[in-house]
């Protein structure tokens, strides 16, 4: 790829129409926070796109943080809360989650389709961004598990089963996965077409946090382990 991977999303979200009313949310979203019978808190979305998940959460009461690489995604997703009358519970910020991550701390992180074509280190923002939840919080990750004929994605691509994916946010035994599971459903693409699709469902919970000890020390070991120290 000859563009940067927030190039790549920038000319992709700005080669679109700005949706006049919210986007629909994500339907495996929906059934897995529905299922969970979580109160509304804090949420972090990391990737929010067009923003149908962030405005559907901030409509239900909670506070939502929706990252995005892109600016005109996120400036879109915080005109469409401003003009639902949700910019009380809802502030969108542009951030490349591979370089840095938001500050605060929440009740519940998800990515709903997070894939780019190129490497940005799922698996470290995955973890960095379950960290900024404490005991009780959750985690739902929501990917594509086969190619939709209208997607960008290669046709011969393979993909992680939910262990696999899951075992790259190398969480730990701080954390519970509830769900890890296939799920098919029926997709409608950008003109309209269907397609039935597969999505891979991951739910976990926080059970327990280290001591700010032994979390300074592995974080410490993290660090020297990048940089090729033993
Ligand atoms: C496939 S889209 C999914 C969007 C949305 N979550 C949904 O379900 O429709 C992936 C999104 O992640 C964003 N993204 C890609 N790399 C990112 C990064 N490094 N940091 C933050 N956002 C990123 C893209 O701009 C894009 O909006």
Not at 39 to 55: C, E, F, N, T, V
Not at 64 to 70: C, K, L, M, P, R
Not at 109 to 116: E, F, Q, R, S
Not at 163 to 189: C, K, M, N
Request: contains cysteine; aromatic residues 6%; negative net charge.
């Amino acid at each position: 790829m000859n563009v940067t991977n927030g190039q790549f999303w920038e000319e992709l979200h700005a080669g679109r129409q700005a949706p006049a009313v919210p986007p629909r949310p994500n339907d495996a979203l929906v059934d897995l926070i529905l299922a969970s019978g979580l109160a509304p808190g804090r949420a972090l979305d990391l990737g929010a796109g067009s923003g149908g998940d962030a405005l559907w959460l901030a409509s239900l009461g909670w506070q939502v943080t929706a990252v995005d690489i892109s600016l005109t995604a996120a400036d879109r997703i915080q005109k469409l809360a401003d003009a639902e009358g949700l910019a009380k519970n809802l502030t969108a910020i542009q951030l490349d989650l591979s370089r840095t991550q938001p500050s605060g701390t929440f009740d519940l992180v998800y990515a709903c389709y997070l894939h780019t074509p190129v490497n940005i280190g799922r698996g470290g923002i995955l973890h960095r961004a379950a960290d900024l939840m404490g005991v009780g919080g959750t985690l739902v990750v929501v990917d594509h598990a086969s190619t939709a004929p209208w997607s960008w994605a290669h046709r011969d691509t393979r993909y992680p089963t939910p262990e696999q994916t899951y075992a790259t946010f190398d969480l730990g035994d701080d954390w519970e996965p509830s769900l890890l599971a296939a799920r098919e459903r029926v997709a409608t693409g950008p003109n309209g077409e269907t397609a039935t699709v597969t999505d891979n469902l991951i739910v976990s919970r926080r059970v327990r946090e280290q001591p700010f000890s032994a979390r300074a020390e592995r974080e410490s070991h993290d660090r020297r382990l990048s940089r090729g120290i033993s």
